[in-house]
């Protein structure tokens, strides 16, 4: 059981920090050729400007920004809470709040990187050819691991 605990400790300390680099990289659009990559923050070529974002867009990239800072925030949360529960729960009881937090998390990367998905995989001008980078990799691997952590959370049992 400690063997367990240690990995999804390890897990959740991973996944707040691939969190943090998907946020703050602007890498979540790469240009094939011309070296151009776009982020929830910058257009970056040879130097970086300002996301170009059409009006009717730009609520939809503040709804991004806010969500993906939101689950840095929750996950952080759910890490702090899961270490004090660690140490004041009774043996045998379960970390509901922490899972609970972390589902939270997961639900706000979810919003987040289906908002990014439908509006701003195009950012990149459609003269150049364009992949996912591996931010928006990042935040897709951290959906994943914060849906598994919040699960294992409200099944773990201390021991």
Not at 66 to 92: D, H, P, R, Y
Not at 102 to 129: D, E, H, K, N
Request: aromatic fraction near 14%.
């Amino acid at each position: 059981m400690l063997v367990l605990l240690a990995g999804i400790f390890v897990v959740h300390i991973a996944t707040v920090i691939m969190l943090f680099v998907s946020t703050i990289s602007n890498v979540w659009m790469v240009g094939t050729y011309n070296k151009v990559s776009s982020g929830l923050w910058l257009l970056c070529n040879q130097t970086c400007s300002e996301l170009p974002v059409r009006s009717a867009d730009v609520a939809s990239l503040k709804t991004v920004q806010a969500f993906m800072i939101l689950s840095i925030i929750f996950s952080v949360i759910a890490l702090v809470v899961f270490i004090a529960q660690l140490f004041t729960l009774e043996k045998g009881k379960r970390f509901y709040i922490t899972g609970t937090i972390m589902l939270v998390c997961w639900l706000c990367i979810l919003i987040a990187v289906s908002i990014y998905t439908a509006r701003f995989t195009g950012q990149i001008p459609p003269s150049v050819t364009s992949h996912h980078g591996y931010c928006f990799i990042l935040a897709w691997i951290c959906f994943c691991f914060s849906f598994i952590i919040g699960i294992l959370y409200l099944v773990l049992r201390k021991k």
